[in-house]
């Protein structure tokens, strides 16, 4: 089992920026994707951008060029970098990891971000 555990939802002005933290924990050996997801009120959870062994990462086009996702191995944390943020970008986001083995989704329990206009 692995264990995901977010932090640093907060309310913030659109135009700031927030960081997300993902601290991982459990068998998190060999876990090669990480990433995260977001989920606004009466939507689906949509994929928001994911990092792979070996760096590279991949986003929504919604939020292209204003986050990065990045991952410290020896902390087993994922952060999301948020700047630019825009009242859309409200949602509860959700970190995620892949397991190797048979492609199942771990997930967190959440953390909220709220931008105001």
């Known amino acids: 089992q692995v264990q995901l555990v977010e932090s640093g939802g907060v309310l913030v002005q659109a135009g700031g920026s927030l960081r997300l933290s993902c601290a991982a924990s459990?068998?998190?050996?060999?876990?090669?994707?990480m990433g995260w997801s977001r989920q606004a009120p009466g939507k689906q959870r949509d994929l928001v951008a994911r990092?792979?062994?070996?760096?590279?990462?991949n986003y929504a086009d919604s939020v292209k060029g204003r986050f990065t996702i990045s991952r410290d191995i020896a902390k087993n944390t994922v952060y999301l970098q948020m700047n630019s943020l825009k009242p859309e970008d409200t949602a509860v986001y959700y970190c995620?990891?892949?397991?190797?083995?048979?492609?199942?989704?771990?997930w967190g329990q959440g953390t909220q971000v709220t931008v105001s206009s």
């Open positions: 459990g068998s998190i050996l060999n876990i090669n994707v």
């Open positions: 995620y990891a892949i397991s190797p083995y048979n492609g199942d989704y771990y």
């Open positions: 990092i792979i062994s070996g760096g590279m990462t």
